[in-house]
């Protein structure tokens, strides 16, 4: 008989369980990638594991019956991850609550009183869009100032998020898949300002 998790659901009655320890963080953010594994890897053979996490099963990322996984979740909630080992003493269970966050850009959060133009070092938030090969694109800001700092995120059509703190980010993209938004948040010690700019399907396909 083949030494796999199936092995859990013939007589479960059969077995005495044991707890194992989930290694993962308890606070991850939306289209975040977290790493979970089992702290103590002690299974019969490397298929032998099962993780779950109930109504939320796409979160999971990677195959579910090996002794680490990754999560990538696309929305706000509170979940669960379970995990079951086949060991040679029997079955170990665990779980983990995990509290998935909208992600959140914490350079909100550093000035959060209002612009005062007349203080605010940032002159403009223009940039330039340079597409300097098939499906590639580079961002050169107007601004060259050292003391700034730099957030952008790049929005696909399918709803992935590619974030960059370089001063010019490159990102790729692609006919099927389009970059809808490009979100700058340009900082300074004196100020915060944002800039979101849309973009039409037809600007990608245009020649380069």
Same mark, same amino acid.
């Given at each position: 008989?083949?030494?796999? !998790?199936? !092995?859990?659901? *013939? %007589?479960?009655?059969?077995?005495?369980?044991?707890?194992?320890?989930?290694?993962?963080?308890?606070?991850?953010?939306?289209?975040?990638?977290?790493?979970?594994?089992?702290?103590? =890897?002690?299974?019969?053979?490397?298929?032998? /594991?099962?993780?779950? @996490?109930?109504?939320?099963? $796409?979160?999971?990322?990677?195959?579910?019956?090996?002794?680490?996984? $990754?999560?990538?979740?696309?929305?706000?909630? %509170?979940? +669960?991850?379970?995990?079951?080992?086949?060991?040679?003493?029997?079955?170990?269970?665990?779980?983990?609550?995990?509290?998935?966050?909208?992600?959140?850009?914490?350079?909100? &959060?550093?000035?959060?009183?209002?612009?005062?133009?007349?203080?605010?070092? @940032?002159?403009?938030?223009? /940039?330039?869009? +340079?597409? /300097?090969?098939?499906?590639?694109? *580079?961002?050169?800001?107007?601004? $060259?100032?050292? &003391?700034?700092? /730099?957030?952008?995120?790049?929005?696909?059509?399918?709803?992935?998020? *590619?974030?960059?703190?370089?001063?010019?980010?490159?990102?790729?993209?692609? &006919?099927?898949?389009?970059?809808?938004? *490009?979100? !700058?948040?340009?900082?300074?010690?004196?100020?915060?300002?944002?800039? @979101?700019?849309?973009?039409?399907? =037809?600007?990608?396909?245009? %020649?380069?």
């Amino acid at each position: 008989m083949k030494k796999t !998790l199936s !092995l859990v659901c *013939i %007589n479960l009655s059969l077995f005495a369980f044991a707890q194992c320890n989930i290694i993962g963080p308890g606070i991850i953010k939306t289209n975040e990638k977290a790493s979970y594994r089992i702290e103590t =890897e002690n299974a019969q053979c490397t298929n032998c /594991y099962k993780w779950a @996490i109930q109504e939320n099963k $796409d979160f999971i990322k990677g195959d579910a019956r090996k002794s680490a996984i $990754d999560i990538i979740a696309n929305r706000e909630a %509170n979940v +669960v991850l379970s995990l079951a080992v086949l060991t040679t003493s029997g079955i170990e269970q665990c779980s983990r609550h995990i509290d998935i966050a909208v992600a959140d850009h914490k350079v909100f &959060d550093e000035h959060p009183e209002p612009i005062d133009e007349k203080t605010c070092d @940032i002159p403009n938030l223009n /940039y330039t869009e +340079v597409k /300097y090969a098939l499906g590639k694109l *580079i961002l050169i800001p107007e601004q $060259d100032n050292p &003391d700034f700092s /730099y957030t952008w995120i790049s929005t696909l059509k399918n709803a992935e998020k *590619i974030e960059s703190k370089e001063r010019n980010p490159q990102f790729s993209y692609s &006919d099927e898949n389009p970059i809808e938004t *490009i979100q !700058l948040v340009l900082s300074s010690k004196k100020c915060t300002k944002l800039s @979101i700019r849309t973009y039409k399907e =037809e600007f990608w396909q245009q %020649n380069q």
